[in-house]
């Protein structure tokens, strides 16, 4: 069984930058891709970001690419998720996810494992 705590959220300017963190234990963190998505009030889930095991492939929601990045750090079983250029339409609680695939995969059926979630607020 595999938890996933995340932290770094917080209040925000528009244009500031946030990094979350996503740390995972009692797994093997190495061999999990792993995401983010995030949820705003009134909406469904929406897929963020995604990073292979190795970190070598990554993938991005349209409304984030550029802005957005994912990276991990196996040695330390965490991912991160830096947002630069943020908006208030990234308001949201964002969760990271782990799937013991190697899918790469936008869809939140293919994870496996989800985290409690942090808050971010952007204010305008």
């Known amino acids: 069984q595999v938890q996933l705590v995340e932290s770094g959220g917080g209040l925000v300017q528009a244009g500031g930058s946030l990094r979350l963190s996503c740390a995972a234990s009692?797994?093997?963190?190495?061999?999990?891709?792993m995401g983010w998505f995030r949820q705003a009030p009134g909406k469904e889930r929406e897929f963020v970001a995604a990073?292979?095991?190795?970190?070598?492939?990554?993938r991005y929601a349209d409304s984030v690419k550029g802005r957005f990045t994912i990276s991990r750090d196996n040695a330390k079983n965490t991912v991160y998720l830096q947002m630069n250029s943020l908006k208030p339409e990234d308001t949201a609680v964002y969760y990271c996810?782990?799937?013991?695939?190697?899918?790469?995969?936008?869809?939140?059926?293919?994870?496996?494992?989800w985290g409690q979630g942090t808050q971010v607020t952007v204010s305008s």
């Open positions: 009692g797994g093997t963190f190495s061999t999990y891709a």
């Open positions: 990073i292979t095991w190795n970190g070598s492939i990554t």
């Open positions: 996810a782990a799937q013991r695939g190697a899918i790469l995969s936008s869809s939140r059926a293919i994870y496996d494992y």
